[in-house]
């Protein structure tokens, strides 16, 4: 049997000793869940946010962890009360995407924690939870399954990797096959037309890693702002957080900024994500010309998953999100769901039922009036 001790968050004592053993000893090892992720979040967001730090043990044994935290979010002038799992929540600023969540746990606890967190958070007052980036199988999946509600709602997205133990002998380029093989190579030959001879290099010093982390942050916001958007980086808040990951990550060689150039012209950067030989590309950067022809991020994942091939990296992760150049580079995909549970009380029967109301409301003002006939 699993016991939890709860404990209040105070952010100013950082992430607890337990944590990253329990990392290293749980069934999942994603960056998102480390120490490294956990404590910077806290750094940036915490002060938004109550919460608790909660760990079951089996004797004296810690077999599993997470940190639950807790924010009134106002939805149409509703105040809801709303949980959280690890450094995920909703701030008052823009916050990263976390995805492969789930609560840290030793192989063989899975139900008996899902059981006891159930029952602790009926214990607790709130309106809803958010469960986000976690896969059909985790722990969090289990707890959704045991909570009464109201509704839940999903939002299942495909990540796309490729899958580098499986590929064939020889280049990552030279096995793909039909049109997306031959438009990759077709692309790569015109980049080396114009620009000269192909590089990839990995920044080597953290300065070095600051540098180029700074130059892919000005080109993924320049290219989303040409689209109308603000891009990941237009937030202080996150490009703060993503200062204090790296120079966290960069002493655990668990994150690698990434340069493609053509002779003297940068092409592109990649932010990358690197643990148990598998690397997780979290975002990216990429100079685009008036040459409609050329593509300089499906050039830059190319070289990339050829230079880690040669590293001996099993999996080579995009992420959450469809995309075509995603299909082009990527054979296989999982699902990652983004839920919602609402809790099952009047309170919220109400107001989603007011939610509802409103939404067909909307749909039939919406509803253009048909034409009157004419002879």
Known sequence: MVAATVVPLVAKEGVPHWWGPLFQRSRTRSVFLSEAWMQSWLDVYAHDFSGWWIRWQDGDTIVAGCL????????????????????????????????????????????????????????????????SGHEHNAVVSAIIAKLPATAVEVDSRPAWYVDIAALPTGRFDASLAGKVGSHIRRNTRLFEKQFGDLGLVTATSLDEAMHYFRDLSVLHNAR????????????????????????????????????????????????????????CVFQTGFVYGSDTRLSPGLLTHTMSIEHYRQRGFREYDLLAGDA???????????????????????WMRL?????????????????PEAPEATS
């Open 324 to 346: 075509p150049y995603k299909r082009a580079l990527a054979g296989c995909n999982r699902a990652l769901h983004w839920t919602v549970v609402y809790r099952d009380t009047l």
């Open 68 to 131: 639950l935290l807790r924010r009134v979010v106002w939805k149409q002038f509703i105040p809801l009360r709303t949980l959280y799992i690890n450094a995920t929540g909703e701030a008052s600023e823009r916050t990263p995407l976390a995805e492969f969540n789930d609560i840290l746990c030793r192989p063989g606890y899975e139900q008996a924690v899902a059981i006891d967190f159930s029952a602790l958070l009926g214990t607790m007052s709130w309106d809803r939870l958010l469960l």
């Open 224 to 279: 989303w702002r040409s689209k109308g958007q603000d891009g990941s980086f237009s937030s202080n808040s996150v490009v703060r957080f993503h200062e204090c990951l790296i120079r966290r990550l960069w002493p655990e060689q668990a994150v690698d900024m990434v340069r493609v150039s053509g002779g003297l012209q940068v092409i592109g950067y990649l932010y990358n994500f690197t643990s148990e030989n598998k690397v």
């Open 351 to 367: 107001v989603l039922a007011l939610r509802a109301l409103k939404s067909r409301l909307a749909k039939h003002r919406r509803t």
